[in-house]
């Protein structure tokens, strides 16, 4: 379903509702929080009716697309589980293919903001001063925050215990902890939160979140990598995310001379578990905090000019442990620069 037809059905759905409401009468308005006894039932096509600004931001958006993108249509294409489509496809029945309408769909406003079980009260947060809405709210600072993390903290399928994201986590660690997840990913725009949840694909966001120093000493080269207003590991996630810092020197001539690389990502090798090898996390080497890098240049061939740059890299899949060989199947360049010849 295209949010047009959202629309229209959530247009239709505002008729039927506001008629519901003044034949409900007084009893409604009576108990602003709470679920009124006769209110209708709340559905997507009917937030989506009403609140013109927070429908059109979360269309463009990947909870909108969290089913119907093509990194994760591709990648349930190769483990098609019930588990992934519980998350991603929640509107579907997880024990089967994802219906069309479910993958259209993708994460909506009902699955955050309503409760299970409950679909009559909306959550929302804490304000100072209460606004009259024609239908039940509770005010928790749960949707800002642990709504968040019913996602985007989770362990692996299997029953290993190790987690395969976790964002709530490292933000609880974080210098930000006390900051909660809307209040970064919702800026305020027009006096209402956008629903965009813009990061992974937003040059502008990703580059903002990160400053890099470059100072070369001879044949020695430092970074200084400082992450800016990010509250967790940057990246977070997804476990095959990772920055790349990549060094190149050249000679007088301009020719190559060679090429260095680090990664900050999630490592994952081979490691043992009683009598069998199993594959775990073995290193997290993604940035938390302000993260120093020296790379040593060839003494015997001290080139002329060092170029660098940095990127954050969506990788599709590791055919090695090698981590020069992983697919990339996204890439931005959040910093680059040159370093000229050393006095
Ligand atoms: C009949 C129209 C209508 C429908 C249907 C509707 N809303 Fe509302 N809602 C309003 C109005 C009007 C307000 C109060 C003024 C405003 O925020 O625009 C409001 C307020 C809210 C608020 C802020 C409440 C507060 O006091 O903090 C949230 C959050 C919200 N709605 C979410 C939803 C969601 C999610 C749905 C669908 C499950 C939904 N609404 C369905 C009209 C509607
Ligand atoms: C990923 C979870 C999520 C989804 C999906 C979502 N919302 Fe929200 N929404 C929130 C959170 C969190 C807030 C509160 C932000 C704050 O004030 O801290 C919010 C706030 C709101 C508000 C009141 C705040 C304002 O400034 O206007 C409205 C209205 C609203 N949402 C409607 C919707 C509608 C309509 C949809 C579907 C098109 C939707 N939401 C989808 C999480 C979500
Ligand atoms: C029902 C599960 C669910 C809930 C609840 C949820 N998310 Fe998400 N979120 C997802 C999924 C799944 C994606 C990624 C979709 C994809 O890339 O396929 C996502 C994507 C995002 C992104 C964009 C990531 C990127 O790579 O650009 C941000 C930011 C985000 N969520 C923040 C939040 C915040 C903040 C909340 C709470 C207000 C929240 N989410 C609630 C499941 C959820
Ligand atoms: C202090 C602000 C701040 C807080 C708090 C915060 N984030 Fe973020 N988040 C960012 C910034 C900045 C980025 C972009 C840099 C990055 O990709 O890590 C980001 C990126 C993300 C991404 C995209 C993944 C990636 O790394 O590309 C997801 C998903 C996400 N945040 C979810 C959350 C969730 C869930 C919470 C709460 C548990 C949260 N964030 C709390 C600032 C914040
Ligand atoms: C408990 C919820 C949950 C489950 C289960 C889950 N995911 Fe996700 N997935 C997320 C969240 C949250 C994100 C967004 C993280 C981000 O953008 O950083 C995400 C992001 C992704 C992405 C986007 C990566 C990118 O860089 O664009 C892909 C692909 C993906 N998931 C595939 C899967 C597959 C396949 C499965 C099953 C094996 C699965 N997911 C299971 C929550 C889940």
Known sequence: MKLSGLARLGAALLVATASALS???PSASASPTGSAPRAPALSDEG??????DAARTWEGSLHHA?????AYEIAVYAEPLAFCRRCHAPHGDPSRETSEAARQAGITCTTCHLRPGDARTVLSSPRERPIAAPHGVERSAALGQAVCARCHEFDFPDARGERMQKTATEHRASAHAATSCASCHMPQE???RSHAFAASRDAAVLTRAVSVRADRDGDRVRFVLE????GHAFP???LFRR???TVMTEDAAGRRLATKRRYFG???GPVKSGAEIVRREIADERLFARTEVTFALDPHAVPTTVRWQLDYERVAFSPTRQPEEAVVEGSITLARGTLGPHP
Do not use: Y
């Open 23 to 25: 034949r409900g009468a």
């Open 47 to 52: 937030c989506i009716g009403c609140h013109a």
């Open 66 to 70: 969290s089913a119907s993108n093509s």
């Open 190 to 192: 027009n006096g209402r």
């Open 227 to 230: 992450p800016e207003g990010v």
């Open 236 to 238: 977070t996630g997804d």
């Open 243 to 245: 920055l790349t810092l």
């Open 266 to 268: 999630r490592v994952f």
